[in-house]
């Protein structure tokens, strides 16, 4: 086991293209850290760095202290796992498993007991005398697992490991690999771009975008506190909304934020959580409005000035609950609707084309497209961001 540390650790390709830039990270020992970020952020670079398979432009990588900036990938002591698994197709699920020990040399009792131990914690135990293209995706997934167990390396280093299993086994492999890690308390670095998995696996996450940490945090306060609108519109499913908005302060302390002919009052407490908004009396900002806060207002109570008035532009039932998008601007979408709900559709269509909020509200509502809706909002939990930097006002 050991601890993992980058230390501004930049990566330029010959080509010139600039992957990662002054990358500082302190993975602690025992950590799951999952990397996360939008396709070509630079995550498989900055793993691949920490494995040896790429060479650092500059800065330091250190595991357990040692700096190996130039010690080749085979003497790291990690193992990596690919999206692709990379299996060898003609040897044996106990073969495949056994790699890294018989090249090691190790005696043979000792891998065979090892090997079964590994196959019996990734329930592989029946499948050790067939060939990978003779299992399933989410077996060969256990396999290439195995092989990076099977080592007792001091770090895993993961590649979006479960991106090639269908959606129901994504889960299942997940949680599994969220067991393993934590009973075998092994330091992990692990790549995704997906959301949930950086979730749900992470004691801490690291969001990267365009080759550079945005944030790094447990994923509580990745969510509650992000740093700036990138995190913040990247963490949360459905993506948090964001709108342009005024924000006016008055000679009692009462806080209000406007947009498209609606009123917020801003609770006193979100004013304490972020003395900061107090400069930004009079002037606009970005407003954050994540769909969990929101629900019909028939069902959920709230304090004054904590609804909007729209109408339900597009309704999703999704089982567990329903996305309700409408539009931001209540006005034009009233003025227009006798147009529009004649139209073939019967569905109002969004002022401007596109201008839509969306809430994720309970089950239990009933509520139809082109419908009028009041949408009670969870004060509380707005977000505000400076329009000009994206920083989250705080
Ligand atoms: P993805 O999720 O799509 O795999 P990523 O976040 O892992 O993306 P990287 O693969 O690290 O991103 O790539 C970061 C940037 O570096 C991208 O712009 C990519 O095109 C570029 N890049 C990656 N490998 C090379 C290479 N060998 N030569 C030149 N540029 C590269």
New binding site residues.
Partial sequence: MAGIELERVSKV???G?R?VTDLSIDVMDGEFLVVV?P????????LRMIAGLEKISDGEVRIDGEVVNTVPARDRDVAMVFQSYALYPHLTVFDNIAFGLTLRKTPRDVVERRVREVAEVLELGEHLRRKPRHLSGGQRQRVAMGRAIVREPRAFLMDEPLSNLDAKLRGQMRAQIARIQRDLGVTTVY?T?DQTEAMTLGDRVAVMRA?VLQQIASPQQLYDEPVDMSVAGFIGSPAMNMVVAGFDLDDAGRAAVSFGGHRLAVPEIVLRRRPALAGYAGRRLVLGIRPEDMDDAALVDGPDGSTLDSVADLVEAMGADVMVHFPIDAEQARSEEHETLDRESGRVRAPGGGALLVGRFSPRVRIFEGQPITVRVDTEGLHFFDIDTGRSIR
Avoid at 39 to 46: F, I, L, N, R, V
């Fill in positions: 390709y010959p080509d293209t992957a970020g396709s070509g952020c630079g995550k498989t670079t900055a790549v771009h080759g």
